[in-house]
């Protein structure tokens, strides 16, 4: 084998470049140019009442472990509730969306594979200097030119013009 192949990286906890997109921070922690076009791994924080609208992938699987809180995952026929330490793999053409339904900020791992999506989040989002605490309000789209579902077609997602369900309420 090469030895190039064999590249070990490493980031700490905060380490990453810090993103903010569409309302949602991502921390890129690994491009596919660091895991030899393996995968991507990419950290996200959402606030309530945010998420992702249904689209699928054309190119990778996107799987998400819930590090904290809680996230609601819609399929055309199912939906999920997915709590801390909770694990959902979608494959490749697999509509689905995604919001937070509660009153605090949920954060999740996003693994990529192939890689190559987390480049949307560079190209639509606003690097953030500094790691933010998982308390913290965002502003929307700030200094944004692009949004992500703008540019999504360019890597491979399709939007589907449809509504994520309304949320369930409790009486």
């Not at 309530?48 to 699928?56: D, N, V």
Request: proline fraction near 5%.
């Amino acid at each position: 084998m090469h030895s190039e192949l064999l590249k070990f990286s490493h980031k700490n906890a905060k380490e990453g470049q810090w993103l903010l997109s569409e309302g949602n921070f991502y921390r890129v922690i690994a491009t596919g140019v660091e895991t030899n076009s393996r995968y991507s791994l990419v950290e996200i924080i959402v606030e309530p009442g945010k998420g992702a609208p249904f689209h699928f992938h054309k190119l990778e699987e996107e799987a998400f472990f819930i590090l904290e809180g809680e996230m609601v995952f819609y399929t055309q026929t199912e939906t999920m509730y997915g709590k801390q330490g909770a694990f959902l793999n979608f494959s490749v053409g697999q509509i689905r969306g995604f919001r937070n339904e509660t009153d605090k900020n949920t954060r999740m791992l996003i693994i990529l594979s192939p890689p190559g999506m987390e480049q949307m989040f560079f190209e639509g989002g606003k690097a953030i200097d500094a790691p933010i605490d998982l308390n913290t309000t965002f502003v929307e789209n700030i200094g944004q030119t692009v949004t992500c579902p703008e540019i999504a077609g360019r890597y491979g997602i399709e939007n589907i013009p449809l509504p994520l369900p309304e949320k369930k309420t409790t009486t």
